[in-house]
């Protein structure tokens, strides 16, 4: 019989049915009808091509060939539950693999982590630079920071930001644009890399750059630039994104609740 025809849902029943010997004890650790139970043990006989049980005067009794495979039936199911306690061992694991845009882990999450990491000093973090098209299996990611509208196809939350900020050097620098890949002044005066430059840039007097507000927060409060008038607002912005398991890992979400998502 291949493994993708195992009647596993009766093969769990039979074991149930035969350590009470009863149909209606097994339902009740099972959560079904005593009917219930009963139709999973006939279409599991049907599918073998054997009887398991004998009702007698005593009750219900198991049959040679039941008891035949019990104790195989048994170590798998011990199995089982190892398997799944190595799979769920990673949930407890305090390593995080993490992939964002180079200037997002400069600019923002290298000093977010710094913070939690100090009330959790046995955290562990990986960091990727990477944009959108990372495949989160073959890198080995629990989560990813990406720009965009929402979280398309991934499960994600939108960290909060005012949008875009022009940021300038304190006491004024040039009146050039700086232009990053991406950014709302094109190709700019001034042209970089991407947004993390831009503000690099700024700070250094080459020009006023309109970044994600969210970059330049730390920038702005160190006094390496200041803002030029009011931010506006963006209906794209920076989501922290994962497929649904990983999402749904106990640290991937107490890191996410801890970035602030």
Same mark, same amino acid.
């Given at each position: ?158 960290i909060e930001s005012e $949008?875009? /900020?022009? %940021?300038?050097?304190? *006491?004024?620098?040039? @009146? !050039? +644009?700086?232009?990053?890949? &991406?950014?709302?002044?094109?190709? $700019?005066? /001034?042209? %970089?890399?991407?947004? *993390?430059?831009?503000? @690099? !840039? +700024?700070?250094?007097?080459? &020009? ?17 630039? !200041? ?23 106990k640290k991937v979400q ?8």
């Amino acid at each position: 019989m291949k493994r993708t025809h195992l009647p596993l849902n009766g093969l769990r029943v039979l074991d149930a049915a035969a350590r009470h010997l009863s149909f209606t004890r097994a339902a009740d650790e099972l959560a079904v009808t005593p009917a219930a139970v009963g139709q999973q043990i006939r279409a599991l006989e049907d599918t073998l091509g054997v009887v398991l049980f004998r009702r007698t005067t005593r009750g219900l009794e198991l049959t040679a060939e039941g008891e035949g495979g019990l104790a195989a039936l048994r170590e798998g199911f011990l199995q089982f539950e190892e398997a799944v306690r190595a799979m769920q061992a990673g949930q407890s694991s305090k390593s995080i693999a993490i992939a964002a845009p180079r200037e997002v882990i400069d600019k923002w999450l290298l000093p977010r982590l710094a913070e939690i990491a100090t009330g959790e000093a046995d955290l562990r973090f990986s960091l990727v630079t990477a944009d959108d098209g990372l495949d989160f299996t073959e890198a080995n990611l629990d989560l990813a920071i990406r720009w965009g509208e929402g979280p398309g196809t991934l499960e994600g939350e939108a960290i909060e930001s005012e $949008g875009f /900020v022009t %940021v300038a050097r304190p *006491g004024g620098g040039a @009146d !050039a +644009a700086i232009g990053w890949p &991406g950014g709302p002044d094109g190709d $700019g005066t /001034v042209r %970089v890399g991407d947004a *993390g430059l831009a503000i @690099d !840039a +700024a700070a250094a007097g080459l &020009g006023r750059a309109t970044v994600p507000e969210l970059l330049a927060t730390r920038d702005i409060a160190a006094g390496r630039v !200041a803002v030029v008038g009011e931010a506006t607002p963006s209906r794209f912005g920076y989501w922290l994104v994962a497929p649904t398991p990983q999402w749904r890992q106990k640290k991937v979400q107490a890191l996410v609740e801890a970035l602030g998502g």
